[in-house]
């Protein structure tokens, strides 16, 4: 985004080498908190650029998984990720899940990733690391009281803001509408859901 507003402001005059350099992804250790269905899509896609994966989830046990993820508990996931990326459901268990605690284990270089819900994370909390330059950035498709972004996250440059797209494809949104459909057939016919969450 930045390099895109950069040319669009007519700022390139050519290439230097070491204008706006970023860092690698490849082999970096991308800690995953939530490991479901999404959470383990995202471990499977992070093969593709070499990546370790450790993974938190609280039911599974501690250890490498057939898949060669790491299941670690929250703490060690939080102190060694280079990328830390949220996949939790909003419960009472998850709710402020990743308070000023947790978020000060992370490294100076962390890159924070919330795209399950706004109030999984202490947003205050987060926007001190990053405005403090305590974590070097954050990316958000979710907020806590959405549709508002707090004007103190918008004024940040080390941050990505999204309006809650994670799932906006004609292919994804197109399935979301057809198992709502199938949802509510089975409710009429006085049958089982499908995708009932209880």
């Known amino acids: 985004m930045e390099s895109d507003k950069y040319v669009r402001e007519g700022n ?3 290439w ?3 204008l706006m350099l970023g860092s690698d992804i490849y082999g970096k250790t991308l800690g995953i908190v939530g490991m479901g ?12 650029f070499g990546m370790k994966v450790l993974a938190y989830h609280p039911r599974r046990p501690l250890g490498e998984s057939p898949e060669g993820w790491h299941y670690v508990d929250l703490d060690t996931l939080l102190k060694e990720a280079d990328i830390i990326s949220l996949h939790v459901p909003l419960t009472p268990e998850t709710k402020n899940m990743i308070g000023r605690d ?3 284990l992370l490294k100076n270089s962390a890159i924070f ?4 819900r706004g109030a ?3 947003e205050e909390a987060l926007i001190e690391m990053l405005t403090s330059r305590k974590i070097a950035a954050a990316g958000f498709d979710v907020y806590i009281d959405e549709p508002y972004v707090p004007p103190e996250l918008k004024a940040l440059s080390n941050v ?3 309006p809650h797209i994670g799932s906006a494809t004609v292919e994804t949104r197109t399935a979301m509408a ?4 199938r949802n509510a057939i089975a409710i009429f016919k006085n049958e089982t859901p499908p995708s009932r969450i209880n």
């Open 113 to 116: 990733i919330n795209t399950a």
């Open 16 to 18: 230097e080498p070491m």
């Open 102 to 104: 947790e978020l000060r």
């Open 178 to 181: 057809m198992m709502a459909a």
């Open 160 to 162: 990505v803001l999204l």
């Open 37 to 48: 269905r999404i959470g383990q899509a995202v471990a499977r896609r992070s093969a593709g």
């Open 120 to 122: 999984v994370v202490d």
């Open 12 to 14: 390139f005059t050519g």
